[in-house]
Nanobody, 127 residues
Framework: DVQLQASGGGLVQAGGSLRLSCAAS????????IGWFRQAPGKEREGVSC????????YYADSVKGRFTISSDNAKNTVYLQMNSLKPEDTAVYYC????????????????????WGKGTQVTVSS
């Protein structure tokens, strides 16, 4: 069975850090783009970051560039999102997702579907 298990969310003060993890199983990890979306109450879903396993290509939303870093441990089939300098506007449910076709769906206005979704993890940043 395909699984994307997200973890690492929590409550943090503004300026703090969190690291999200997405453990993947059931599909060839290196052949898929894996990344993160987020959705805050009353707001549209936003592609946050993505990385293409075999190419090392990464994508970051403008809102998180310079603060968030995506990485992976291929031996553990896990993708990480290191979130630094967190802001209250980063508060959202963060979802891990994977697609064989690349990171295209993570770009604003380009969503064409994704192969796999994981359950979300809540990130709350207090001011």
């Amino acid at each position: 069975d395909v699984q994307l298990q997200a973890s690492g969310g929590g409550l943090v003060q503004a300026g703090g850090s969190l690291r999200l993890s997405c453990a993947a199983s059931g599909f060839p990890f290196d052949d898929y783009a894996i990344g993160w979306f987020r959705q805050a109450p009353g707001k549209e879903r936003e592609g946050v970051s993505c990385r293409v396993g075999s190419d090392g290509i990464t994508y970051y939303a403008d809102s998180v560039k310079g603060r968030f870093t995506i990485s992976s441990d291929n031996a553990k089939n896990t993708v990480y999102l290191q979130m630094n300098s967190l802001k209250p506007e980063d508060t959202a449910v963060y979802y891990c997702a994977a697609d064989r076709g690349g990171c295209g769906s993570f770009y604003p206005g380009v969503y064409y579907g994704l192969d796999y979704w994981g359950k979300g993890t809540q990130v709350t940043v207090s001011s």
